[in-house]
DNA sequence: ACATTCAAATGATAACGATCAAGACCGGAA
DNA sequence: TTCCGGTCTTGATCGTTATCATTTGAATGT
């Protein structure tokens, strides 16, 4: 797969779907608030808007691999990018889900520490490390957006650190879907009915755990009546409270 | 331990030992070369000096913890620090270990996300974030350079969730040994005699292991003769390839 | 030198999650 | 519809690492 690229940002397509006229990032609606180009003034989102280039991707499209040179950064404005490092045996470790207003891409030596490949299909806003790098110190705005929004990642990675070092499956998996929950109604959407995006081996992947381990534990917690699982790529989340006790590692229950 | 702390930043006595007239920072030597202060102009380290808090704190001294209001940022002049979250019932997860030059403290909703402890006798400069927030836009190369060193605390923090995801007991032991020499050879330190100032205690909680699987696997990689432990608290490299290929996964070996 | 204390190493056993192996389910194509 | 490919679930067994228990060792103080 991946082999033939039916769409990338090469293609001039992308850009044509934007109309010019229109105020730069209309497009992104409810993302606009969330993302990186939020809290921005007129003038820094058309000057941003400017080295700015739009692309609809496919699912499991894979947008860079770890060790690429490391060019554009990018903001997720629909869909879902998982990233990912990988060992030489192919041991695989999923660093983070990413959704609408999410960013990714920065990294220091050139290249990127991860590969990153869309869930499902995906509309990418793409930018140019050396142009952003030009604007340095012209949008002070966006670099301290883009330090905070660092800086959260660096949070969130460290909890995960905490949940794969310390945490047993049950936890793992209630502290994953509770952190799905969460970041669905920060989108808007209801907190309940969580869609999952993502394969069992993702998960698995994420949460350093095995396939049939990850599949053992939905079905552990649907018996003790905390999970619902209605259909397939969605979970309702019965009982939250038990869900966060697990998940923060009250032993029992 | 901690309940009567010999020594803190409230203590005028550090700001004392500082010259008033002697050019800012220069007590910090070396590590004016890679710390957060390297890199700026001679007003911008004048300017930031006047905000700085220079200390001197003993081993195993708690600097701040996980909740407490997060007022300022640290940079370790010298000495060794460790940080940590803890789960209810005690599990620890150490998020990482900071030598000279290393930045800690970061944080956004007011509270820190970890635990702050030294490991030996450590210096200390502190910045309050409110004043740091105050100086906002007037040191530009001072907010590039956190953002960078975030970047990169980011991407260690991505390598680590490799590690404890998807690396084994020996593996993760290997790229543990290899991480802290390569640290001290920034420092200016010989890569091989490698000084371990931390307890296994300490070790195993970085790595997702206990106490017992880390000094089993310290005891096999010295059978192996990969490494050496000459005393208590010192380690020699003798195979930095086999290392090498250890860490990084190569199954055999 | 010897007692005391704490950290580290070692040994014995157990458990959690991994691995190996089927079987169930689901969606898409003919 | 039926077949086919995949993913997901479930079952049986194994192994790495955790847990529990003890010994060794090293540092500190008397």
Redesign the interface.
């Known amino acids: 797969m991946n082999l033939m690229p039916p769409l990338d940002f090469e293609a001039p397509k992308a850009d044509r779907d934007i109309d010019p006229a229109a105020p730069p990032c209309r497009n992104c609606d409810v993302v606009r608030e969330i993302a990186f180009c939020a809290d921005l003034s007129a003038d820094e989102i058309k000057r941003l808007a400017s080295v700015r280039c739009h692309a609809q991707l496919p699912a499991h499209f894979t947008i860079f691999r770890e060790g690429d040179r490391a060019e554009h950064v990018y903001s997720v404005s629909h869909g879902a990018v998982k990233l990912y490092?990988l060992?030489?045996?192919g041991?695989?470790?999923i660093?983070g889900f990413l959704f609408s207003g999410d960013m990714f891409g920065?990294?220091?030596d050139d290249g990127y520490?991860?590969t990153a490949e869309t869930l499902v299909a995906t509309q990418l806003c793409r930018f140019t490390h050396r142009k952003l790098d030009a604007m340095?110190?012209q949008m002070?705005r966006l670099?301290?957006r883009?330090?905070?929004m660092?800086?959260?990642?660096?949070?969130s990675?460290?909890?995960?650190?905490?949940l794969?070092?310390?945490?047993t499956a049950r936890e793992k998996v209630a502290t994953f879907l509770l952190k799905l929950s969460r970041r669905a109604q920060v989108q808007g959407l209801p907190a309940s009915p969580v869609a999952l995006p993502m394969s069992r081996a993702d998960i698995a992947?994420y949460?350093?755990l095995t396939i049939e381990t990850v599949s053992r534990t939905f079905t552990q917690l649907k018996k003790d009546g905390i999970i619902g699982l209605p259909a397939s790529g969605h979970v309702v989340l019965t009982d939250e409270a038990g869900l966060k006790e697990l998940a923060?590692?009250?032993?029992a229950a």
């Not at 660092?150 to 949070?155: A, P, Q």
């Not at 990675?157 to 905490?162: K, R, S, V």
């Open positions: 490092k060992l030489s045996d041991r695989r470790q660093i920065l990294a220091l520490a991860y340095q110190g002070p670099e301290r883009m330090f905070t660092t800086v959260k990642d660096l949070m990675a460290q909890e995960q650190m905490l794969l070092g310390r945490k992947d949460l350093g923060e590692g009250a032993s």
